[in-house]
């Protein structure tokens, strides 16, 4: 799900499957650059579930 809201450019819904992902792979790589991407362009929120993973 993660993806199809990525690509609608709805990055809020985006963020939080992408999190749902990781609770269940910590590892998933997808996710991780998602997240990673969203730190990068500094979105509200994102720092600590990126670096709590």
């Known amino acids: 799900m993660g993806e199809i809201y990525q690509a609608q450019g ?6 939080i499957e ?7 792979d910590p590892e998933h790589r997808k996710a991780k650059k998602f997240l990673e991407g969203l730190l990068r362009a500094n979105y509200t929120g994102i720092e600590e579930t990126v670096c709590q993973k």
């Open 10 to 15: 709805n990055f809020d819904k985006a963020k």
């Open 18 to 24: 992408f999190e749902k992902c990781l609770e269940y």
